[in-house]
């Protein structure tokens, strides 16, 4: 059935407000709501190009995804310097966002998460409660194809500066990415407390495990069961420890800026 302007502006307007949502967990698995990704993508058709410039800024788009508005009642800290905000993105009371960053259509940022400068939120982006994305950042946007599951980040996660989340990858509750590390769907994780590496899983999603604490790390290239004798490494993302009291302690320094 063909989506039209009225259904697409419910739905865009029911996501702003947190009442519907690209992808929740259903008794403990994430599900992916096709039909709301489904209408997205119907609205860069609905919309035609339009001149949208505020001030200095030259600013030329579907006319169906303009800048999302704010008011003081929405209980969100948008700090100036740059941030754009678009349609169909929804953030929670208590979230923060330095500038400048980008939210994109679809995505869901829940409260008290701090949206750091220099950050981008993909399309549909599942942000959990009460995390940080640290300065420079990018977590990526899956809109395509609809029936794809986002890339999700769970309640009390942190991402260190430099990072890149991408291709729907689920990092869980808890979890501690370091600065500089980079995920996407190709990538295996060494998990160093249990000798193994940490692949796909059978929804072909890098899953990144409750509380594990990840940094950058390095892995021979291995021909015929040996390292190369070249000693070229390849990079891999390496699960040090899994999070105790004191990391969790250095993690919340920065509630005393909420």
């Known amino acids: 059935m063909e989506i039209t302007l009225k259904e697409f502006t419910q739905v865009i307007e029911a996501l702003e407000k947190g009442e519907l949502r690209v992808a929740q967990k259903v008794d403990g698995v994430w599900k992916v709501n096709t039909h709301v990704k489904e209408v997205i993508l119907a609205g860069f058709k609905l919309g035609a190009v339009k001149d949208m410039s505020q001030g200095q800024f030259p600013f030329f788009d579907k006319d169906t995804f303009p800048v999302r508005g704010f008011s003081a009642d929405d209980g969100v800290r948008i700090v100036p310097g740059g941030t754009s905000i678009r349609r169909g993105a929804y953030l929670a009371p208590g979230s923060i966002v330095m500038p400048p960053a980008y939210v994109n259509v679809g995505a869901y940022v829940d409260e008290g998460t701090m ?7 993909g399309s549909c ?32 996660a942190f991402v260190g500066g430099n990072c ?3 291709e729907g990858t689920i990092v869980e509750e808890g979890a501690v990415i370091a600065s500089g590390v980079i995920i996407t769907s190709s990538t295996a994780i060494f998990d160093a407390t249990t000798g193994e590496f940490i692949r796909r899983n059978a929804d072909g999603r890098v899953v990144v495990p409750r ?10 290239i291995i021909r015929d069961g040996k390292p190369l004798e070249s000693g070229v490494h390849l990079y891999c993302p390496v699960i040090v420890k899994y999070r105790d009291e004191k990391t969790a302690g250095s993690v919340h320094l920065e509630d005393l800026l909420r």
């Open 115 to 121: 949206v750091d400068s220099h950050v981008t939120i």
């Open 125 to 156: 982006a599942q942000v959990g409660k009460r995390i940080h994305i640290s300065a420079s950042t990018q977590i990526g946007g899956v809109l395509e194809p609809a029936g794809a599951l986002p890339t999700i980040i769970e309640d009390g």
């Open 211 to 220: 509380n594990a604490v990840v940094v950058s790390g390095s892995k021979p």
């Open 164 to 166: 890149g989340i991408y």
